[in-house]
């Protein structure tokens, strides 16, 4: 594979990434995403940048893979969390470094920011693919329990 390049997506790539968040969903949890609706949330976000960011990566000029990123203030420690989400690397190319370019991106980017005190994510607990990759990063599981009250 040749050189990955990672760097924020643009509006015109939407449609990939909302792809990417169905086959995620369906993968990580048995979940079919209405494609109108996972289309809207991702041209929502880039409609937004106070919310977030998309991270792509590249191989051989094709998108493959992409992360989310959203922000959470820390009253405690007076900086950010950067929340990692709907990180996705196509199948066929997974083992071959791209999330591992992708968090190189995201460490350099925070280091610039100089208000970010650290990531966080979620990972469902049947999917020992993404809990390996978290680990393989130096992220440790922490003792929290994720409650949500859908409306």
Same mark, same amino acid.
């Given at each position: ?21 169905? &086959?995620? +969903? ?6 079919? @995403?209405?494609? =109108?609706?996972?289309? !809207?949330?991702?041209?929502?976000? #880039? ?9 792509? &990566?590249? +191989? ?6 992409? @992360?989310?990123? =959203?922000?959470?203030? !820390?009253?405690?420690?007076?900086? #950010? ?71």
């Amino acid at each position: 594979m040749s050189e990955i390049k990672v760097r924020q997506a643009t509006a015109a790539e939407a449609r990939r990434l909302a792809d990417f968040n169905q &086959a995620l +969903a369906m993968e990580t949890e048995g979940l079919a @995403l209405s494609e =109108t609706t996972a289309m !809207s949330g991702v041209v929502s976000l #880039m409609g937004h940048p106070e919310r977030g960011f998309y991270l792509v &990566a590249e +191989a051989d000029g094709v998108l493959a893979g992409s @992360l989310l990123v =959203t922000y959470e203030w !820390s009253d405690w420690r007076n900086k #950010m969390f950067w929340w990692i989400s709907s990180y996705y690397v196509k199948p066929e190319l997974r083992g071959r470094g791209i999330y591992d370019a992708m968090d190189r991106k995201l460490q350099e980017l925070a280091a610039q920011d100089g208000h970010v005190c650290g990531f966080r994510t979620y990972v469902a607990k049947g999917f020992k693919p993404a809990q390996d990759v978290c680990r393989h990063l130096g992220m440790v599981e922490k003792d929290y329990l994720v409650f949500e009250d859908l409306l």
